[in-house]
């Protein structure tokens, strides 16, 4: 059996552990995807093959196939080559706060790349939003219909489909199993980031100099009571490292480190599982933490965390940029773990998601 994997691989790491967690679920099955960039990843994968989508042939052709709302030639030659076809990722199904007007929306909400898809299709993990208006949701809903399955991530997401069959799990991280739990001395902090400038077109009423004023007032408060700080980068190619560079210019650099996620999966998660608090502008330093049994302070920025706090019902304080609210850094610090019994309640409900795929790859 051979997948065409659609999905995110250029070391972001919550998108390489999502290809890195459905590779090792089938470890007999070949899988084939496309990456924009030099994806290097620790441990190696052997059964998933990397196409590079940075050849100029292949810019071209792409090109060319978005100004005709046409699938990429290349990827269809690829899909055609594939038993099925399966999507995994997250934020995968958004419009762009830059691209309102619905004549447009073919090309900017990415739905036309399944209108050639010929393969059975699977849709693994994805949430949906942010949208602007009803026409995206009827785009999404097209794609959904085409599918043999449809597994969302969180409840709102769900809401927004007519389709009584489209089923929701808790997030695939929840359910992987690479997390190992390592002795903390209860002074360690991480801080992912993010860099707002890169993510204008899916932020609304946020602020870059808002966000990294802000970031600088967590640390100051956090080094006053001698914390170990980590600024976290999930995705240097989605301007995480930028991010962290405005961040540490204006901030004493106390007990203060910065730390380049580079595909060593590893090497990042033995970090995470070192911290006693994770402060979460990357939804999946949330769930990390959440999983990892850590004292997590989610920074929200947009729904999509929002949305995961009430699935969760989480009880703890967070930080929400986009409404200007900053709880005080000591009661940050009191959240508490999720219940030992809820996270291993995720862990088993978010292996639904492959539910389908069970049937046929295993």
Not at 42 to 49: A, F, G, Q, V
Not at 153 to 175: E, H, L, M, T
Not at 214 to 224: A, D, M, N, V, Y
Request: net charge positive.
């Amino acid at each position: 059996m051979k997948v065409f994997l659609k999905c995110v691989y250029k070391n972001n790491l919550g998108d390489d552990l999502f290809v890195e967690a459905i590779c090792n679920r089938y470890p007999n099955v070949n899988f084939v995807t496309l990456a924009k960039e030099n994806v290097k990843l620790e441990p190696k994968i052997p059964n998933l093959k990397v196409y590079s989508a940075k050849r100029i042939c292949y810019r071209f052709v792409r090109k060319l196939s978005f100004l005709l709302n046409k699938t990429c030639l290349i990827d269809r030659i690829l899909m055609n080559r594939c038993d099925i076809i399966v999507t995994i990722g997250g934020s995968l199904f958004w419009e762009s706060s830059l691209c309102k007007d619905k004549r447009l929306s073919d090309k900017y909400y990415n739905t036309f790349w399944y209108q050639s898809c010929n393969k059975p299709l699977y849709i693994l993990g994805a949430n949906i939003g942010p949208f602007y208006n009803d026409y995206y949701i009827e785009k999404v809903e097209e794609v959904f219909d085409k599918a043999k399955d449809v597994c969302l991530r969180d409840k709102k997401s769900q809401s927004y489909i007519k389709n009584s069959s489209i089923r929701v799990a808790p997030d695939i991280i929840f359910g992987t199993d690479i997390l190992n739990k390592h002795k903390t001395d209860g002074k360690n902090v991480i801080i992912s980031v993010i860099d707002c400038k890169q993510k204008s077109s899916q932020l609304r009423h946020f602020d870059d100099d808002l966000y990294v004023g802000s970031i600088q007032k967590i640390i100051r408060e956090l080094q006053k009571e001698s914390y170990n700080i980590t600024l976290f980068s999930f995705c240097k190619s989605e301007g995480d490292e930028d991010a962290i560079r405005r961040i540490l210019a204006n901030a004493e650099h106390r007990n203060l480190s910065a730390y380049q996620y580079r595909g060593n999966i590893n090497e990042a998660l033995r970090l995470f599982s070192e911290a006693d608090y994770v402060f979460g502008s990357r939804f999946h330093a949330n769930i990390l933490g959440f999983a990892l049994s850590k004292k997590v302070i989610p920074i929200v920025y947009n729904d999509k965390t929002r949305n995961l706090l009430k699935d969760l019902d989480f009880k703890g304080k967070y930080i929400d940029i986009e409404k200007d609210i900053y709880p005080d850094i000591k009661e940050l610090l009191n959240n508490k773990p999720l219940p030992k019994k809820q996270i291993d309640q995720l862990r088993k409900e978010s292996r639904h998601h492959f539910d389908a795929l069970d049937k046929i790859l295993k």
